[in-house]
T-cell receptor, first 113, second 116 residues
Framework: AQSVSQHNHHVILSEAASLELGCNYS??????LFWYVQYPGQHLQLLLK??????LVKGIKGFEAEFIKSKFSFNLRKPSVQWSDTAEYFC???????????FGTGTRLQVFP | GAVVSQHPSRVICKSGTSVKIECRSL??????MFWYRQFPKQSLMLMAT?????????EQGVEKDKFLINHASLTLSTLTVTSAHPEDSSFYIC????????????FGDGTRLSIL
């Protein structure tokens, strides 16, 4: 069965620190990969997505993610976080064959000035 | 672009009441809409997938007679929780998508349902 795991449940950083949030999935077929962000009191918003091509994808607000097929991973990175990046981050995987979007449990990021 | 409106944002009602939640895609046509449920400190769990003009596909363990889904047009889907009970209290979120599996879903703000 398809599943997604996010290793970090709660991350606390100071502004300007670098960020990497882990995401691993289990599914052997073709996948579409997403990172969503949920700012306090707001709905889920798409940060970036991967469907095919260059495994390093760039999203909004300086975020990027790298798809490593051999590791079934799609880690999210940002070189220098800001206080405004404080939010909950969800990795999600859609298997092409089932067309079901499976979410990880989310990572709560707190950035202190 | 790609705005999804979900209404109401919060519902508090007595046990036994039926509650309808609307999900609208405001600036695009959604060939597929999805309904999720989120429990505290847990991830979103897919309840059902609906395509315009056809019956919804429910995930295992989701009662279709309890959670009625109607996707009458390319911009509107509704979820009705029938005869709601306290265990149905949860956060319900809809999403809408134009196109296939390689397109992103766009999410509504969610509905907090509290059954007394």
């Amino acid at each position: 069965a398809q599943s997604v795991s996010q290793h970090n449940h709660h991350v606390i950083l100071s502004e300007a620190a670098s960020l990497e949030l882990g995401c691993n999935y289990s599914y052997g077929g073709t996948v579409n990969l997403f990172w969503y962000v949920q700012y306090p009191g707001q709905h889920l918003q798409l940060l970036l997505k991967y469907f095919s091509g260059d495994p390093l994808v760039k999203g909004i607000k300086g975020f990027e993610a790298e798809f490593i097929k051999s590791k079934f991973s799609f880690n999210l990175r940002k070189p220098s976080v800001q206080w405004s990046d404080t939010a909950e981050y969800f990795c999600a995987v859609n298997a092409q064959e089932t067309d079901k979007l499976i979410f990880g449990t989310g990572t709560r990021l707190q950035v202190f000035p | 672009g790609a705005v999804v409106s979900q209404h109401p944002s919060r519902v508090i009602c007595k046990s036994g009441t039926s509650v309808k939640i609307e999900c609208r895609s405001l600036d695009f046509q959604a060939t597929t809409m999805f309904w999720y449920r989120q429990f505290p400190k847990q991830s979103l769990m897919l309840m059902a997938t609906s395509n315009e003009g056809s019956k919804a596909t429910y995930e295992q363990g989701v009662e279709k007679d309890k959670f009625l889904i109607n996707h009458a047009s390319l911009t509107l889907s509704t979820l009705t929780v029938t005869s709601a009970h306290p265990e149905d209290s949860s956060f319900y979120i809809c999403s809408a998508r134009a196109g296939g599996a390689n397109q992103p879903q766009h999410f509504g703000d969610g509905t907090r349902l509290s059954i007394l």
